[in-house]
T-cell receptor
Framework: DAKTTQPDSMESTEGETVHLPCSHA???????IYWYRQVPLQGPEYVTH???QNTTNSMAFLAIASDRKSSTLILPHVSLRDAAVYHC????????????FGQGTVLSVIP | AQTIHQWPVAEIKAVGSPLSLGCTIK??????LYWYWQATGGTLQQLFY??????VESVVQLNLSASRPKDDQFILSTEKLLLSHSGFYLC???????????FGKGTRLTVV
């Protein structure tokens, strides 16, 4: 699977909108962009995913660049419970549905 | 709604002792099931996956084995624990092989 690059950490204040960047310059045409978040001592929580078009759900908005070499997870009006490690993962369509986690971005939220 | 239950929540075991971790999925028939492992300070990696009862594929060799005795049950085990087996074990499921994966709350294993 192609590699992703994320900043090690980001900080935000409650109520702000956070933009979490992810670079995937060598992404293949059949790779989906998945975002998960994880807090200590818990399993990862699915946030969203996309292939080419921007997507939105109750948790976040995923903006995908037109060349698909980067994406941004946008979290509107963050709260303290949004503090977590956010993982940007590329998953190949088909195979064993393997998710390859990296270190992700540690998002800190200040009251 | 689907629920995923893992047991035990935490375990402390001696080196050389056997291990059995369990996972049950309720509210979903014929799910794809997965075992993931995270060493302390490390990243999550997939260990096994299963698409049907009785069929399990190994992804990473860690002297562990997995079995799927029922449609809704996934078991991770070994006869002899190593210190390197310590970490956080997560069971997960998905509806198909190309859909989002949902994780359980995990089992924290400490081998002493």
């Amino acid at each position: 699977d192609a590699k992703t690059t994320q900043p090690d950490s980001m900080e935000s204040t409650e109520g702000e909108t956070v933009h979490l960047p992810c670079s995937h310059a060598t992404i293949s045409g059949n790779e989906y962009i998945y975002w998960y978040r994880q807090v200590p001592l818990q399993g990862p929580e699915y946030v969203t995913h996309g292939l080419q078009q921007n997507t939105t759900n109750s948790m976040a908005f995923l903006a995908i660049a037109s060349d698909r070499k980067s994406s941004t997870l946008i979290l509107p009006h963050v709260s303290l419970r949004d503090a977590a490690v956010y993982h940007c993962i590329l998953r190949v369509d088909g195979g064993n549905n393997k998710l390859t986690f990296g270190q992700g971005t540690v998002l800190s939220v200040i009251p | 709604a689907q629920t995923i239950h893992q047991w035990p929540v935490a375990e402390i075991k001696a080196v050389g002792s056997p291990l059995s971790l369990g996972c049950t999925i309720k509210g979903k028939s014929s799910p794809n099931l997965y075992w993931y492992w995270q060493a302390t300070g490390g990243t999550l990696q997939q260990l096994f996956y299963s698409i049907t009862v009785g069929q399990v594929e190994s992804v990473v060799q860690l002297n562990l084995s997995a079995s799927r005795p029922k449609d809704d049950q996934f078991i991770l085990s070994t006869e002899k624990l190593l210190l390197s087996h310590s970490g956080f074990y997560l069971c997960a499921w998905s509806q198909g092989l190309n859909t989002e994966v949902f994780f359980g709350k995990g089992t924290r294993l400490t081998v002493v």
